[in-house]
């Protein structure tokens, strides 16, 4: 089956910094990867996916980079705040009806 | 939310003993699913339903079932609780047509002594 790795497990960075966290998956036939948000809690939240027919997606200060070659995406935050404090999960499937594999997770924590 | 409640959000029970939890949504969404949180694992699939009376196995199965009597609600049962599934339940919605799950519940922190 699927796996995914998720790196870092722990970021700590300065608020306006960027963060990055890179996960990489082991099945080629994925095509579908989410991003999860959970902050202390609470239950995860979708904050962003890209499919395999696209490279980047952008939405306001977050994006995903997908490189399927390597098999890896990427989270970037740009302009990190406060708020972004969270622990974020990648997950990956092969697409419509099939479950997700999630990563496990990084915590990333932006100091003021 | 999706209208999502978890019922109940902390249970403390010993061990071999039944537990069941209640997942309810009020959207009558089809897709409906059960996850356990643990530290170092991340959020792993114990079982899902994509329909009344239908459910299928996730990656970590084994010890639990489950249940969908009714759209609305998806309850998971451990049969005879053991320590090591002491964890946080997440219960989650896929909206039809999607491709991931887009509504979480709160969770429901389980421990068993």
């Known amino acids: 089956g699927e796996n995914v790795e998720q790196h870092p497990s722990t970021l700590s960075v300065q608020e306006g910094d960027s963060a990055v966290i890179k996960c990489t998956y082991s099945?080629?036939?994925?095509?579908?990867f989410p991003w999860y948000k959970q902050e202390l809690g609470k239950g995860p939240q979708l904050i962003i996916d890209?499919?395999?027919?696209?490279g980047e997606k952008k939405d306001q200060r977050i994006a995903v980079t997908l490189n399927k070659t390597a098999k890896h995406f990427s989270l970037h935050i740009t302009e990190t705040q406060p708020e972004d404090s969270a622990v974020y999960f990648c997950?990956?499937?092969?697409?419509?009806?099939?479950?997700?594999?999630f990563g496990k997770g990084t915590m990333l924590l932006v100091s003021p | 939310d999706a209208g999502i409640t978890q019922s109940p959000r902390h249970k403390v029970t010993e061990t071999g003993t039944p537990v069941t939890l209640r997942c309810h949504q009020t959207?009558?969404?089809?897709?409906m699913y059960w996850y356990r949180q643990d530290p170092g694992h991340g959020l792993r699939l114990i079982h899902y339903?994509?329909?009344?009376?239908?459910?299928d196995k996730g990656e970590v199965s084994d010890g639990y079932s489950v249940s969908r009597s009714k759209t609305e609600d998806f309850l998971l049962t451990l049969e005879s609780a053991t320590s090591s599934q002491t964890s946080v339940y997440f219960c989650?919605?896929?909206?039809?047509?999607?491709?991931?799950?887009?509504?979480f519940g709160q969770g429901t922190r389980l421990t068993v002594v």
């Open positions: 959207e009558n969404h089809r897709y």
């Open positions: 989650a919605i896929r909206i039809q047509g999607t491709d991931t799950e887009a509504f």
């Open positions: 339903s994509y329909g009344v009376k239908d459910t």
């Open positions: 099945d080629s036939a994925s095509n579908y």
């Open positions: 997950a990956a499937s092969i697409g419509p009806g099939s479950t997700l594999t």
């Open positions: 890209i499919r395999s027919n696209v």
